[in-house]
């Protein structure tokens, strides 16, 4: 069974910048897609970026892009977060999907990790 573990949360000013790690258990991580979710309190989960292990194919949705990257070294997936707002207030979850990138759909997700909070606040 894989297991994920998040890292690199913390308390950020806004514009500041963070740097999340995804860090997988074991190999089989490259037959899946590495996917950040977050969730804000009294929101739904929602995708912020992904990558896929085999091509390194990235996707990142609008409110993020330009502001975030994604990358991967071996079996550690990192999401460097730049210009934060305070609106990326959220816990965000690494995740493991078969089904690639791009649809976010958090049913279905393979692995969670157990996540990691980040705040953006003066």
């Known amino acids: 069974q894989l297991q994920l573990v998040e890292s690199g949360g913390g308390l950020v000013q806004p514009g500041g910048s963070l740097k999340l790690s995804c860090a997988a258990s074991?190999?089989?991580?490259?037959?899946?897609?590495i996917v950040w979710f977050r969730q804000a309190p009294g929101k739904e989960r929602e995708g912020v970026s992904c990558i896929k292990y085999n091509d390194d194919t990235t996707h990142y949705v609008n409110s993020v892009k330009g502001r975030f990257t994604i990358s991967k070294d071996k079996n550690t997936v990192f999401l460097q977060m730049n210009s934060l707002e305070p609106e990326d207030t959220a816990v965000y979850y690494c995740?493991?999907?078969?089904?690639?990138?791009?649809?976010?759909?958090?049913?279905?997700?393979?692995?969670w990790g157990r996540g990691t909070q980040v705040t953006v606040s003066t």
């Open positions: 995740a493991a999907d078969l089904r690639g990138c791009g649809d976010y759909d958090p049913i279905g997700v393979a692995y």
């Open positions: 074991d190999f089989t991580v490259v037959y899946y897609a």
